[in-house]
């Protein structure tokens, strides 16, 4: 009986600390979008990433002519200058991979520029956030673009606009 006492007091001390709790949600997607340097930085981004895949794709193409002209030749080469061709073909084949990793590869240069030119604006949007949330009391701020499942969400709650005030930026 203690038992059950013990454990029905536990759940209403519970449920009364989360009464307490007040939570909001925020779209740092929306937020995202609303700035400018942020656009720009992904506009840069994007435009690396391009030139860099189109590099890629070069000497991929290349590898490709190389490995087709080796098959119309192969008949009339030697052992030898086969052997050597499909080093050759190989070697070109790897470097290709090695400058793909090296650009768009975890720590790479991509991954190098996204760091320098977005993170210091997702910290400013996180500063602001951390400031509104305190600011107005809230103890938990959920981000509903950050892949946290909502089923419901009372738009009252959504509070990416004050964020955006707080950074100084007008819808």
Known sequence: MKKVIFGLLFVLLAA???AQQRYCFIDSKFILDKITDYKDAQTKLDNLAKVWQDEIDAKMADVEKMYKGYQAEKPMLSDEMRMRRQDEIVEREKEAKDLQKQRFGYEGDLFKKRQELVK?????VFNAVQKM?????YDMVLDKAGGVTLFYADPRLDK????LKVLGINK
């Open 16 to 18: 009364g600390a989360q």
């Open 120 to 124: 210091p604006i997702q910290d400013r």
């Open 133 to 137: 949330a305190s600011q107005k009391g």
């Open 160 to 163: 990416s606009d004050e964020v």
